[in-house]
């Protein structure tokens, strides 16, 4: 079945460090993805999406592209602030589903 | 603003009771979806819905049901509570005819004892 897998937390960094979180998929068709963040105490917020190969959302100084070739679509930032810190997910949807399949989380610590 | 709510935001019952979590939403969005929040385990989808007469079981429907009262609301009700069941809850929407995106509430604290 269609699955997503991100690299296990939880990461902790120093302020203004390069961030990367992993994140690689399995999917029958070809899925939109996403990066989905939450925040202490709330919800899950959509921080960037693509939505076909080599794609590249971008959001708040996050980025990912969408590699078909790897099928992954690594989170990136160049340099994180305290603020960054919650639970990443990436996640994938097909085509006509519109079922959200989520990978399990990365909590993010940017110490000061 | 436009936005998905939900009520209680925090809930503690007993084991053996009913109870109902509820969600609106003020997007327009004519999908409705329920997922579980576990520690470690991400989200996984209870129930959703597509239109106010399509319902359909996720992957852990078993001793949840839903019902859709509007195309505005969607509530989630546990008929017995358990233990196991103690969990955050989030409702998500979407439209049907965008790139798949969901849009979620705050969340539902919910405690079984």
């Known amino acids: 079945g269609d699955s997503v897998t991100q690299m296990e937390g939880p990461v902790t960094l120093s302020e203004e460090a390069f961030l990367t979180i992993n994140c690689t998929y399995t999917a029958t068709g070809y899925p939109s993805l996403f990066w989905y963040v939450q925040y202490p105490g709330e919800g899950l917020q959509l921080l960037l999406k693509a939505t076909k190969a080599d794609d590249k959302g971008s959001n708040k100084g996050f980025e990912a592209t969408y590699r078909k070739e790897t099928t992954s679509f690594h989170l990136e930032k160049g340099s994180v602030q305290v603020s960054d810190s919650a639970v990443y997910f990436c996640a994938l949807v097909l085509q006509g589903a519109q079922k959200l399949v989520f990978g399990q989380g990365t909590r993010l610590t940017i110490n000061p | 603003d436009a936005d998905v709510t939900q009520t209680p935001r925090n809930r503690i019952t007993k084991t053996g009771k009913r109870i109902m979590l509820e969600c609106s939403q003020t997007k327009g969005h004519d999908r409705m979806y329920w997922y579980r929040q576990d520690p470690g385990l991400g989200l996984r989808l209870i129930y959703y819905?597509?239109?106010?007469?399509?319902?359909n079981k996720g992957e852990i429907s078993d001793g949840y049901s839903v019902s859709r009262q509007a195309q505005a609301k969607f509530s989630l009700s546990l008929e017995s509570a358990i233990p196991n069941q103690t969990a955050l809850y989030f409702c998500?929407?979407?439209?049907?005819?965008?790139?798949?995106?969901?849009?979620f509430g705050p969340g539902t604290r919910l405690t079984v004892t």
């Open positions: 998500a929407t979407s439209v049907g005819s965008g790139t798949g995106e969901q849009y």
């Open positions: 819905s597509f239109d106010v007469k399509d319902i």
